[in-house]
């Protein structure tokens, strides 16, 4: 079974851009989370959709938000970048029997400049 | 949010030293815990989780929760250079939203 995939696996943007990320969860998977990770404050939830529903969500400024597709693919977008944004953003799935065990992709590594 | 606590290190050990990772939890609720590994530039792979007290095996590796003193410890027998990884564990606090710890970084030389 195919893992979660991410794309892109690296981004550079400029301060205020906006930018999208894209996540695959394993098949059969309906639970998609997204954290975001940075040396200083290491792994933040940022927010979790289930069946095209965000479900939880962490405590991140609204300029951050995300969707689910009905075929349980995300995306998360920032808007107005700025340079603290810069970060490893991961995607993690979970299945519906087993939503506490989440499975991450490799990530997608945004530079702001 | 409830914090999970960890010693950042570097922890250096040389191959074939038992390894003991530690993370403590401030929520005293019933919870589940989970312990993932990271190498650079990859995603976290999840290790092993566990629900309640006591121990759980997974070859090399066991999991130990003492929810008295709300203490986490990750064990690794036999360590090899290929356990050379950043060690996070996660706690499973605000439903399916896991809060992490910083990490430790585990350092093994052959």
């Known amino acids: 079974k195919a893992g979660v995939t991410q794309t892109p696996r690296y981004l550079i943007k400029t301060r205020g851009q906006q930018v999208t990320l894209s996540c695959s969860p394993i098949?059969?998977?309906?639970?998609v989370s997204w954290y975001q990770q940075t040396p200083g404050q290491g792994l933040q939830f940022l927010f979790e959709y289930f069946s095209e529903t965000q479900r939880n969500k962490g405590n991140f400024p609204g300029r951050f938000s995300g969707r689910q597709f009905s075929n349980s693919r995300s995306e998360m977008n920032v808007s107005t970048l700025e340079l603290g944004d810069s970060a490893l953003y991961l995607c993690a799935s979970s299945s519906e029997s087993s939503v506490d065990t989440q499975y991450f992709g490799p990530g997608t590594r945004l530079t702001v400049l | 949010q409830k914090e999970v606590e960890q010693d950042p290190g570097p922890l250096s050990v040389p191959e074939g030293a038992i390894v003991s990772l530690n993370c403590t939890y401030s929520n005293s609720a019933f919870q589940y815990f989970m312990w993932y590994r990271q190498y650079s530039r990859k995603g976290p792979e999840l290790l092993m989780y566990t629900y309640s007290s006591g121990n759980k095996e997974d070859g090399r590796f066991t999991a130990q929760v003492d929810k008295s003193s709300k203490y986490i410890t990750l064990f690794i027998r036999d360590s090899q250079p290929s356990d050379s990884a950043t060690y996070l564990c996660?706690?499973?606090?605000?439903?399916?939203?896991?809060?992490f710890g910083k990490g430790t970084t585990l350092s093994v030389s052959s």
């Open positions: 996660a706690d499973n606090q605000a439903g399916t939203a896991l809060i």
């Open positions: 098949s059969g998977h309906r639970s």
